[in-house]
Each structure stands twice: as structure tokens, then as C-alpha cells.
């Protein structure tokens, strides 16, 4: 299974950004995906997941801001960024797991990140 993430760069805040992430295989509806993002000497942490049935999650601070969706079709997992902030700024990577869970040791395929950059 590969993971290809895209869509990152350098934003100034209240712009916006949308990732894209795109999975090899012929199962991907299957599975739960997620957005992870990970800032310079901070752990992996959950920003937001879909699951094969489409219900979603997300952590409190994108809320309202973020949005995750899923093209089956296409093995394609997006989250769009609305509202960013500095704070935002991290490599944002994408996750596939089995089961509905928001801790990263439960995704067991990830792809190789995307910098996001957002300036005050």
C-alpha cells in the first residue's frame, strides 16, 4: 500500500490550503482514513479521519475550519484547511487504518507528508 500526499505549502493566515491524498490498491473504501500533522519536536497528533461509512472526526481546534472528505472513485482522501492560523503550521501526513480510532499507532500505512506553512 502506498500513501501520496500533496497540496501543502506556504499560506499567509485566513487563507486556505487543501490537501489531497491518494492510495494504491483496489480496497481503499474499505478503510479509515486520516489527517495527522506533526510540528518540529511534537508527537503525531489526530486532526481529522473519515471512515469507510463516511462519518467523520475531527480535533477540537480544526473545527469549523477543517474539513475532511473522501472520492472512493478516485482512492482519494482530501482535507481542506479554511481559516488557517500560525498554529496550523506542521507536516501534515495522511493515515489508513482499520478501525475507528484517532491514535496514530492504529494507522499502519501512512504517506510520506506534506509542510504546511502558515505566516502571522
Known amino acids: 500500500v502506498q500513501l501520496q500526499a500533496s497540496g501543502g505549502g506556504l499560506v499567509q493566515a485566513g487563507g486556505s490550503l487543501r490537501l489531497s491524498c491518494v492510495a494504491s490498491g483496489r480496497t481503499f473504501s474499505n478503510y479509515r482514513m486520516g489527517w495527522f500533522r506533526q510540528a518540529p519536536g511534537k508527537e503525531r497528533d489526530f486532526v481529522a479521519a473519515i471512515n469507510w461509512n463516511g462519518g467523520t472526526s475531527y480535533t477540537d481546534s480544526v473545527k469549523g475550519r477543517f474539513t475532511i472528505s473522501r472520492d472512493n472513485a478516485k482512492n482519494t482522501v482530501y482535507l481542506q484547511m479554511n481559516s488557517l492560523k500560525p498554529e496550523d503550521t506542521a507536516v501534515y501526513y495522511c493515515?489508513?487504518?482499520?478501525?475507528?480510532?484517532?491514535?496514530?499507532?492504529?494507522?499502519?500505512?501512512w504517506g510520506q507528508g506534506t509542510l504546511v506553512t502558515v505566516s502571522s
Open positions: 493515515g489508513r487504518a482499520t478501525i475507528v480510532s484517532s491514535r496514530a499507532s492504529d494507522y499502519l500505512y
